[in-house]
C-alpha cells in the first residue's frame, strides 16, 4: 500500500545514537535510514513511500540508550494528515502527544493481520469524521 510520510527525530545529544540509523541495515524491522538535517545539530528524517517498510520503527526508537530521553521528539506526517503528529518519551515508551485543536481518526480495524495495521488521520478537531472512522477505535498493533 503506497502512503507517503515523514518523520523527523529530534533529540539533544544523539549523534552517537543516530549514526548508526544514517546506514542500511537490511536486519532491521524497518527499511531505509535517516539523514542529518542540515540546519539542525540534533535533527534527523526519513521518508517511506509504503506502509509495510516503516512497521517497527517506534520500538525500535525506543530501545535506544539516548543521553537525554526527555527531549526525544519525533514528528510524523503521514500523507493525509494536517500536521505533524509528536511523540516523545514517557516512562521509556513513545508515546503521542495529544495537540490542541486536532484528533486522531481510525478507521474500521481489520478482520485479519494480512495488512499493517493503520496509523490513522491527525485532523483538525472541527473537520467532519470520514464514514467509517471514528477517534476511539483504534488498531491494537503498533502501526509504526
Same mark, same amino acid.
Given at each position: 500500500?503506497?502512503?507517503?510520510?515523514?518523520?523527523? $527525530?529530534?533529540?539533544?545529544?544523539?549523534?552517537? $545514537?543516530?549514526?548508526?540509523?544514517?546506514?542500511?541495515?537490511?536486519?532491521?524491522?524497518?527499511? !531505509?535510514?535517516?539523514?542529518?538535517?542540515?540546519?539542525?545539530?540534533?535533527?534527523?528524517?526519513?521518508?517511506?513511500?509504503?506502509?509495510?517498510?516503516?512497521?517497527? @520503527?517506534?520500538?525500535?526508537?525506543?530501545?535506544?540508550?539516548?543521553?537525554?530521553?526527555?527531549? $526525544?521528539?519525533?514528528?510524523?506526517?503521514?500523507?493525509?494528515?494536517?500536521?505533524?503528529? @509528536?511523540?516523545?518519551?514517557?516512562?521509556?515508551?513513545?508515546?503521542?502527544?495529544?495537540?490542541? !485543536?486536532?484528533?486522531? @481518526?481510525?478507521?474500521? $480495524?481489520?478482520?485479519?493481520?494480512?495488512?499493517?495495521?493503520?496509523? !490513522? @488521520?491527525?485532523?483538525?478537531?472541527?473537520?467532519?469524521?470520514?464514514? !467509517?472512522?471514528?477517534?476511539?477505535?483504534?488498531?491494537?498493533?503498533?502501526?509504526?
Amino acid at each position: 500500500m503506497s502512503r507517503i510520510a515523514q518523520v523527523i $527525530v529530534l533529540a539533544q545529544y544523539a549523534n552517537g $545514537v543516530m549514526e548508526p540509523l544514517t546506514r542500511r541495515d537490511d536486519s532491521r524491522s524497518w527499511g !531505509g535510514h535517516f539523514e542529518q538535517l542540515a540546519m539542525f545539530a540534533d535533527g534527523w528524517m526519513i521518508e517511506f513511500n509504503r506502509v509495510r517498510p516503516r512497521s517497527g @520503527l517506534l520500538r525500535h526508537l525506543e530501545s535506544l540508550e539516548w543521553p537525554r530521553p526527555e527531549s $526525544v521528539q519525533v514528528l510524523i506526517h503521514d500523507e493525509e494528515d494536517d500536521c505533524f503528529g @509528536l511523540w516523545m518519551m514517557r516512562d521509556g515508551v513513545l508515546t503521542e502527544v495529544s495537540l490542541p !485543536g486536532h484528533r486522531r @481518526l481510525h478507521p474500521p $480495524v481489520p478482520a485479519t493481520d494480512e495488512f499493517p495495521p493503520d496509523p !490513522g @488521520l491527525l485532523w483538525q478537531a472541527e473537520t467532519a469524521v470520514p464514514a !467509517g472512522f471514528s477517534a476511539e477505535r483504534q488498531d491494537k498493533r503498533t502501526a509504526w
